[in-house]
Every structure is written in C-alpha cells, then in structure tokens.
C-alpha cells in the first residue's frame, strides 16, 4: 500500500466497489446528503478522480453524466447542463476561474474505492 493510500485511508470511508465504476465514464454516489461525482479514467493515474456532483452555474447534480475529456493537458469533465469544463484535479471552472467544485482525494484498497471526507480544495 503506498504512503498516499495510508493516508486516505485513514481518513476516508468507502463509498463504493471499483466494480460499480465504468471505464472512461462517471457515476454518482452519495456521502452524507451530498452527491459526489467519480470518475474511473483506467488510461491515467490516478485511475479514480472524486469531485463534488452538482454543477454550481446550472444548481443541478449533473457533473457524473458530463463528458469527460482533455482540454490543453487538463483532465476535464464537460457539465451537461451549460458546457462548463471543470478540472478533475483542482475542480477548477476553465471558463470562470471564480468558480470550482469541490475535489476529493481517492484510493483504492482491496477492491473499494475510499474517499476522503474533506474537501481537498475548499
């Protein structure tokens, strides 16, 4: 297990099986009332990128359905909703810097997908 997966994971819970995940697509999960959007990229590393589901220009839970892509060497996902690109890493808005999604750190242990609890980024 490598020192970043110690650290996730003793700090995070698992939210899910890497089985649930489909390649090069997102799904949504839910943590404490929020909805949080993964993304398995099995071409990258990491393979697992974590950011918060609701897009915050169109209000809706929406980022797990975008299409995820690469804009200038940024891994992206394209909201559904108005098009925005938001960095899987930083949760950066390209469009609105102002703007971001909250990031969360992932590991995978024995076959489950942990997530950290706190937002890397906010």
């Given at each position: 297990?490598?020192?970043?997966?110690?650290?996730?994971?003793?700090?995070?819970?698992?939210?899910?099986?890497?089985a649930d995940l489909i390649a090069n697509s997102g799904v949504c999960?839910?943590?404490?009332?929020?909805?949080?959007?993964?993304?398995?990229?099995?071409?990258?590393?990491?393979?697992?990128?974590?950011?918060?589901?609701?897009?915050?220009?169109?209000?809706?839970?929406?980022?797990?359905?975008?299409?995820?892509?690469?804009?200038?060497?940024?891994?992206?996902?394209?909201?559904?909703?108005?098009?925005?690109?938001?960095?899987?890493?930083?949760g950066e808005c390209l469009e609105d810097t102002a703007i971001s999604?909250?990031?969360?750190?992932?590991?995978?242990?024995?076959?489950?997908?942990?997530?950290?609890?706190?937002?890397?980024?906010?």
């Open positions: 297990m490598s020192k970043a997966s110690q650290s996730i994971e003793s700090q995070a819970i698992t939210l899910c099986r890497q999960a839910e943590l404490n009332g929020e909805q949080i959007a993964l993304f398995y990229l099995p071409d990258e590393t990491p393979q697992i990128y974590a950011i918060g589901n609701r897009d915050p220009i169109g209000g809706a839970n929406v980022l797990s359905r975008g299409i995820v892509g690469d804009l200038d060497g940024r891994l992206v996902v394209a909201s559904p909703l108005y098009k925005q690109h938001f960095d899987l890493v930083t999604v909250p990031v969360f750190a992932v590991a995978v242990v024995a076959e489950h997908v942990l997530l950290n609890q706190s937002p890397l980024n906010q």
